[in-house]
């Protein structure tokens, strides 16, 4: 339901996902695709800067960003900023349900 952004230095960028898609799904999004149906590209709808978090952070440092930003994920990155995966609302849904 998202992905990191990277430019080609593989600095995080942004996030594009669902609700960047659906977001703009109306009039705007109908606009774009008319124009341009094959050269619409990802950097004009991610979300941009996106919201990250380090790996040693405590899993509710993680939720209240993701409540204090109204976002589904954040991207978690290691000590020098490099994107390593994304922790997504779901991903605390399935911890509280197993455990």
Do not use: C, K, W
Not at 27 to 34: D, E, K
Not at 35 to 46: A, C, K, N
Not at 58 to 81: F, W
């Amino acid at each position: 339901s998202g992905l990191p952004v990277v430019d080609g230095s593989e600095r995080l960028v942004g996030v594009i996902s669902r609700t960047d898609l659906l977001e703009d799904g109306g009039a705007a999004m109908a606009s774009l695709l008319r124009r341009r149906p094959s050269g619409l590209r990802v950097g004009e709808l991610m979300t941009s800067p996106a919201v990250t978090v380090v790996l040693t952070a405590p899993l509710v440092e993680a939720a209240r960003l993701m409540r204090d930003n109204r976002i589904h994920r954040v991207v978690a990155v290691d000590d020098q900023g490099r994107p390593v995966g994304v922790l997504s609302a779901s991903d605390f849904v399935a911890l509280y349900a197993d455990g």
